[in-house]
């Protein structure tokens, strides 16, 4: 079956360090997207990626870096340097800059 | 800048009953996407309706329907006859210029909570 692929679903980490989120797609969607929600709140776009090697920021990505070597993959770190990485992350795709985002099923980020 | 409000925080309803949620949106583009998320417990959010700004049509989906009016800036979304499996946060998004797959602004979301 086609569809976003975020692992794991829940993840645990020690203040300091920096933990990476995974995200896949076999979809062949071009666009890739990050979004972190936070309870109680609606969604903010963290980075957005329209082609391989390009990425661009988002409303919050302070603390964030991410990568696109591959179509498939956007996997995105959180660093030490975000203040407060405890959220549930979202992964999203589209086929291009003119069609709707389908998301993954998210991780949900602790930092303790 | 695009801003999206939704100013009910939560519903509860009664199986069978009607729901309405409300969307108002704010931008400076003449050109624009709307969208509608559902949003059920397991967290994934599925995409329910994309409209553009140029198509006031209004539309049906089974139970779903979508009121959109540019002249108020709203794109309402109805849940006629509710089940209790449309217990979820449901979001308002808009995203401005020429392509839908731009950046999504998100409101705050509506949960939904539809008892038997």
């Known amino acids: 079956d086609g569809g976003i692929t975020q692992s794991p679903k829940y993840l645990f980490r020690k203040e300091g360090q920096n933990v990476t989120l995974s995200c896949e797609q076999n979809l062949n969607h071009d666009a890739m997207y990050w979004y972190r929600q936070d309870p109680g709140q609606g969604l903010r776009l963290i980075y957005y990626?329209?082609?391989?090697?390009?990425?661009q920021k988002g409303d919050i990505a302070e603390g964030y870096s991410v990568s696109r070597e591959k179509k498939e993959s956007f996997p995105l770190t959180v660093t030490s340097a975000q203040k407060n990485p405890t959220a549930f992350y979202l992964c999203?795709?589209?086929?291009?800059?003119?069609?709707?985002?389908?998301f993954g099923p998210g991780t949900r980020l602790t930092v303790t | 800048a695009q801003k999206v409000t939704q100013a009910q925080t939560e519903i509860s309803v009664v199986e069978k009953e009607d729901v309405t949620l409300d969307c108002v949106y704010e931008?400076?583009?003449?050109?624009?996407?709307l969208f509608w998320y559902k949003q059920p417990p397991s967290g994934e959010l599925v995409f329910l309706i994309r409209r553009n700004s140029f198509d006031e049509q209004n539309e049906i989906s089974g139970r779903y329907s979508w009121n959109f009016q540019k002249s108020t800036s709203s794109f309402n979304f109805t849940i006629t006859a509710s089940q209790v499996v449309d217990s979820a946060v449901y979001f308002c998004?808009?995203?401005?210029?020429?392509?839908?797959?731009?950046?999504?602004?998100f409101g705050g979301g509506t949960r939904v909570l539809v008892k038997p």
């Open positions: 931008t400076r583009d003449t050109t624009y996407y």
């Open positions: 999203a795709s589209s086929i291009g800059r003119a069609n709707e985002q389908y």
């Open positions: 998004a808009l995203s401005e210029g020429i392509a839908a797959g731009n950046k999504l602004t």
């Open positions: 990626s329209q082609i391989v090697n390009d990425f």
